[in-house]
Every structure is written in C-alpha cells, then in structure tokens.
C-alpha cells in the first residue's frame, strides 16, 4: 500500500486484519450481517455494501464489508493499532462472490503491469454470473421452501445437524427420513419451527448424556438407530412422554425390542416406565 501510494502511512490501513464469511445460500449473507450488528463483541464502525456503490449501471466486485474494531488483547498483539485501537474488516460474501474475488482480485491487482481497460472488463464481466448464479440459486432455494414436503425435510437436516455436531458423522439419510415420518405425529400441531426448537434446547440441555451415549458407541453396533440423527429425535419424545413413544413405535410396526435399547442407552429402560 505505501509502495503503490494508496496511503501515507499503515495507521491509515483498517483491513491490516481480516476475514471473510461465505455463506452457501444469498438468503443467508443478512442472517450474518445481523449477527455482526447485534454482537457485544465487537464495535461497529462502518458497513458498505458494494451494490450501493456499483449502482445500476456499473459491474464488479460485491460484497458486504464491516470496519470493526476489536477488543484489547482479541487480535494478535503484532498488528499495529490505530490510534491504540485494533480493527477489523469482515466480509460477507456468496460462494460466487467469493469465486470472483479470488479469480479477479490477483488478475487485477497484483499482475506486474496493468491490464488494459478491455481486459478489466473482460475480468468485471464474470461478477455477472455470480450475481445470475446468486439469483437462480435464491429462486430455487424458495421454490423448494414451498413443497408440501419441504416441512419434514427441514426436520431431517435440522437432526443431520445436530447429531453432525455430536458425533462427527453424517447418518443415513432414509433412516432418518423414516424416524421422522414416524414421530412427526407425536408433536401434534406443532409447526416444524417449534418442533425444530424443542430438539435444539434439548441438544443443548443433554448435550453430556447425548455424547455420553455416543461417544461409547462403535462401528457395527448391534442397534443401527443408536448411531443414527433420527435418535436425537427418540431421545427427545423418551424425555417427554415414554408412554406415547412406545405406544406410537408399536403402532407403525417397529419392533419393541429396538426402542427397549434406545431406551436404556440413554438411561431410561422401557421397564422404569
């Protein structure tokens, strides 16, 4: 920056520190702007949006840059503060606006001679296709919202998720779409959100007995379900009501035998109930 002139010295420079945050869907980029907005952490000092910049007439780099500054001791001590305050840019990018900064930003910026006016916007054309990408990507990602299934798929991945966290593995997708085609009726009318944030508070409230039960688990466990996402699911109902559980798991043909273990791996054996 001083070689090239764009500053008179490195106090004048807020992006000496950085990172940048790519979210997958462009739904997603205002969910990690509110959580910077909203943090104690940090003092906000600036935000841009490179849209606003580029107006309706302009193509280029996008994006959503915050200047923030962060607490004493937060970043590492060799940074040089400005006026003893130590900042912070955060980006917020797509996948494609991401895609575009590493491809472009070195074509532009760091070659040894300057491209010329027609290769700039040549290399500014591709931002287009991010923005296409981004708008195709959203449309679709709001379409699937709309499926009359799209309710128990939200479920699905919420437990993927979950149990992703846990254990480190995956699962099987079918069984887990075949555990919560069968619970599902056990939450009554709750809507998919609720029955998404009862399993949240109690991943969080069992978190040592869930890696408790995990953790001792191995491949090849005789009970297939125990190491499944969908068993986050049947912990919960066993906390709630064992007696529905059980009568539901009769009810859709499961054998009782399977639930019994379940049961007593969590540490609630069918026979207390």
């Not at 797509?94 to 760091?110: D, E, I, N, R």
């Not at 070659?111 to 708008?135: A, H, K, Y």
């Not at 798991?249 to 026979?271: D, Q, Y």
């Amino acid at each position: 920056a001083l070689v090239k002139e764009r500053v008179d010295s490195l106090e004048d420079v807020h992006d000496k520190a950085g990172v940048r945050v790519t979210v997958t869907y462009p739904n997603d980029v205002e969910t990690v702007c509110e959580l910077l907005r909203d943090s104690a952490l940090f003092d906000m000092r600036k935000e841009e949006n490179k849209s606003d910049a580029m107006g309706d007439d302009r193509i280029g780099y996008l994006g959503i840059h915050f200047d923030v500054v962060a607490p004493p001791g937060y970043l590492p001590d060799a940074l040089p503060a400005i006026a003893g305050e130590h900042w912070c840019e955060v980006q917020v990018h797509t996948g494609a606006q991401t895609l575009y900064s590493a491809v472009s930003h070195p074509l532009k910026y760091k070659t040894p001679t300057q491209p010329s006016m027609e290769i700039r916007r040549s290399i500014n054309r591709l931002s287009v296709l991010g923005e296409l990408f981004d708008r195709e990507l959203r449309a679709a990602r709001e379409a699937i919202m709309e499926q009359a299934d799209y309710p128990a798929a939200r479920l699905m991945f919420s437990l993927e998720q979950r149990f992703l966290a846990l254990t480190g593995r995956l699962g099987d997708p079918e069984t887990t779409q075949m555990i919560v085609d069968a619970l599902a009726p056990l939450y009554g009318d709750l809507s998919p959100e609720a029955v998404d944030e009862r399993l949240a508070q109690f991943a969080e409230t069992e978190t040592e007995a869930l890696h408790h039960v995990y953790d001792r688990q191995v491949e090849g466990a005789e009970d297939a379900f125990v190491m499944q996402p969908g068993s986050l699911m049947i912990y919960e109902r066993l906390t709630v009501d064992a007696f529905a559980l059980r009568d539901r798991w009769v009810e859709i043909g499961l054998p009782l035998p399977v639930l019994a273990n379940l049961a007593a791996t969590f540490g609630r054996p069918l026979e207390m109930i």
